[in-house]
């Protein structure tokens, strides 16, 4: 399993347009990949899930990817968070 932090940057938040575009990036790959804060978590190919945890600006999230290509996923998961969130 891969996983890495990453504090959210965007004033907004992780909201609806960022969030959509999260969820069909972790659709491309074959590992389970999700996301957690505050004590909450949820799959990131669930859009509805990502929004019901309510993500601001300043909170610290834990992405955790786990399957047969979690290497690329998690690398490519990072990157989307630092160019979009």
């Known amino acids: 399993m891969k996983s890495f932090n990453y504090v959210i940057t965007d004033d907004q938040g992780v909201h609806a347009r960022p ?18 804060a505050g004590g ?3 799959d990131l190919t669930k859009l509805m899930a990502i929004m019901s945890m309510g993500i601001k600006k300043g909170t610290e999230v834990t992405v955790s990817v ?3 290509d979690e290497e690329t ?12 969130l």
């Not at 575009?21 to 996301?35: C, D, M, P, R």
């Not at 998690?74 to 160019?83: C, I, M, N, W």
């Open 19 to 36: 969030a959509g575009i999260l969820v069909k990036e972790a659709k491309q790959y074959s590992s389970k990949a999700t996301i957690s």
């Open 66 to 68: 786990e399957g047969d």
């Open 73 to 84: 996923a998690a690398a490519a998961l990072e990157k989307f968070f630092q160019d979009n």
């Open 40 to 42: 909450k978590s949820a």
